[in-house]
């Protein structure tokens, strides 16, 4: 049934399940609500001003010269630059508040190479002694096609000093075009984990952002691609297994969460259901119910039996649930289609008795500000199914 809460967004438990999250509502409000300053349309207008007095100058001058032949084209040449360069910035700034990339000087000096990607995830106040630590990994499966295998694993506070703790994973996947850092530029996944590990909201986990092998623009809906790389294949037979034995996870299902955001959002819910013996919690952001039909010969080669089987809006009626699954399903309010498609899903995994959440978020599009808005809430929703596993 639909409920309401301090945020003004819509929660549908379509299961009827009682919410068992600690997280306070406050704290949830004030996460989902903590972008950045470079997603505010304010830094876009600026930047438009600027412009805009740049240009104002430039035709005081030829008009003051006594037009462009005599103020000199090379002069002309370099001030023009300087406007649309100036122009440049701002469409790039008001794209940026709209899509919520990067939403803060650090995670724009992080795509920048100016700095490493443990600093890109602050947002507001500077991180405290007790935050947990980004760092960058390589998981390569070469006879998978995964070369790159560029991975950023955020490890709780206390991790270092707790050598006999162990600890749940959340594994996640970004979008496309896009990379695993934009978990932590966009997403503030470690910010977020670190505040509700604080306030006692959720126990303490590790986040692994994972290689989608599509590089900065590429897309494979992370799928075993005919003829390509074996993505499905490269989570859960390479890279589970890497962090179970490098890190000291608790490797069991009911410790282990799989997310992601748009494409990556459609790639937790395929894989996650693909693989319930690894997996008994996903979170899917903005997802989708299949590859996209545009995929089924660019990515599967043309095979119609291998598209269905990686729809889930066609096999969930059908499929075997030997275990439980528990999903939580967000979505922008503003984009109508998708809410349909996801309510939609939804209500498929109600029907065949999984626990599941749908958030519908008011005003918001098919952005990474959708997701990090939903993103608190997700880990709440996670939170009964990750125990806290002291030493």
């Known amino acids: 049934m639909p409920t309401n809460d301090p945020g003004a967004r819509t929660a549908e438990l379509l299961t009827g399940a009682v919410r068992s999250s600690a997280a306070p509502q406050d704290l949830l409000v004030h996460l989902s609500h903590q972008q950045g300053p470079l997603t505010s349309p304010l830094v876009g207008t600026v930047l438009a001003v600027i412009a805009a007095v740049l240009t104002l100058l430039l035709l005081r001058r030829v008009r003051r010269a006594g037009g462009v032949a005599r103020m000199g ?14 122009v440049a910035l701002a469409t790039a700034a008001y794209v940026n508040a709209y899509a919520g990339y990067l939403p803060t000087p650090g995670s724009l000096a992080q795509a920048a190479g ?5 600093a890109a995830g602050v947002s507001g106040p500077a991180r405290t002694v ?8 390589r998981i390569t499966a070469p006879r998978l096609g995964i070369t790159d295998g560029t991975t950023y694993v955020y490890t709780p506070p206390g991790y270092t000093h707790s050598p006999a703790r162990r600890y749940p994973v959340i594994y996640l996947i970004p979008g496309s075009p896009g990379t695993p850092a934009d978990w932590f530029r966009a997403g503030r996944a470690d910010l977020v984990v670190d505040s509700l590990v604080r306030a006692h909201a ?13 590089g900065l623009t590429g897309d494979t809906e992370s799928l075993n691609v005919v003829g390509g790389p074996q993505v499905e294949t ?12 490098h890190y000291r996870t608790v490797p069991d299902r009911a410790h282990r ?63 075997a649930f030997p275990e439980p699954v528990s999903v939580f399903l967000d979505v922008g309010g503003a984009t109508g289609h998708d809410v349909t498609n996801v309510r939609a899903l939804a209500a498929q995994l109600a029907a065949r ?37 002291p030493a």
Not at 73 to 86: E, F, K, L, W
Not at 359 to 364: L, V
């Open 73 to 86: 084209r090379g002069r002309i040449t370099a001030r023009t630059t300087s406007v649309v360069g100036m």
């Open 114 to 118: 100016l700095s490493t990607v443990a």
């Open 130 to 137: 007790d935050a947990g630590q980004v760092s960058a990994i």
């Open 202 to 214: 959720m126990p303490p986990a590790i986040v692994v952002a994972m290689n989608t092998a599509a």
């Open 234 to 245: 490269y989570y859960t037979r390479v890279v589970v297994p890497y962090v179970d034995a």
């Open 257 to 319: 969460v799989i997310g992601g955001m748009s494409s990556g959002g459609f790639a937790a819910l395929n894989v996650g259901l693909h693989h319930l013996d690894l997996y008994a919690t996903i979170l899917a952001f903005e997802p989708y119910g299949d590859p996209g039909p545009g995929n089924l010969r660019r990515l599967l080669g043309g095979d119609v039996a291998q598209y269905l089987a990686n729809s889930p809006r066609h096999y969930i009626p059908t499929m």
């Open 353 to 389: 008795g999984q626990q599941v959440e749908l958030r519908i978020e008011p005003g918001q599009h098919h952005t990474w500000i959708e997701a990090a808005t939903g993103l608190p809430y997700g880990l709440a929703f996670a939170f009964p199914h990750l125990p806290d596993t």
